[in-house]
Nanobody
Framework: QELMHESGGGSVQAGGSLRLSCAASGGALNKYAVGWFRQAPGKEREFVAAILWRSGRLAYADSVKGRFAVSIDNAENTIYLQMNSLKPEDTAVYYC???????????????????WGQGTQVTVSS
């Protein structure tokens, strides 16, 4: 069973928009947060954005602030990542993940994300 499933990736020109979806199920729904991450070829995984299921508290990486937005459809257990004003440097495989807070940090990027989707490719051409 795939507990986190991303979709919505594709190829767009710079300045375009995409909306990624992440359907959560099973144990992922018991986690406190859903995070979006991305990984470009040859680079380390990078935190993009996250949201808490219950409070709605948000966090965004500086590189995407003002361009990306996370939202939740609680009825459908789906998390969205709306990506606007896309840049070539946004090109990456995007993952969603469910996680819980660590003992010594409440920062969403530092949550223990341990349930991961398989990723969806986003390609932005110049």
């Amino acid at each position: 069973q795939e507990l986190m499933h991303e979709s919505g990736g594709g190829s767009v020109q710079a300045g375009g928009s995409l909306r990624l979806s992440c359907a959560a199920s099973g144990g992922a729904l018991n986690k406190y947060a859903v995070g979006w991450f991305r990984q470009a070829p040859g680079k380390e995984r990078e935190f993009v954005a996250a949201i808490l299921w219950r409070s709605g508290r948000l966090a965004y990486a500086d590189s995407v602030k003002g361009r990306f937005a996370v939202s939740i459809d609680n009825a459908e257990n789906t998390i969205y990542l709306q990506m606007n004003s896309l840049k070539p440097e946004d090109t990456a495989v995007y993952y969603c993940a469910a996680g819980s807070p660590l003992l010594y940090s409440s920062a969403l990027p530092d949550y223990d994300y341990d349930i991961w989707g398989q990723g969806t490719q986003v390609t932005v051409s110049s």
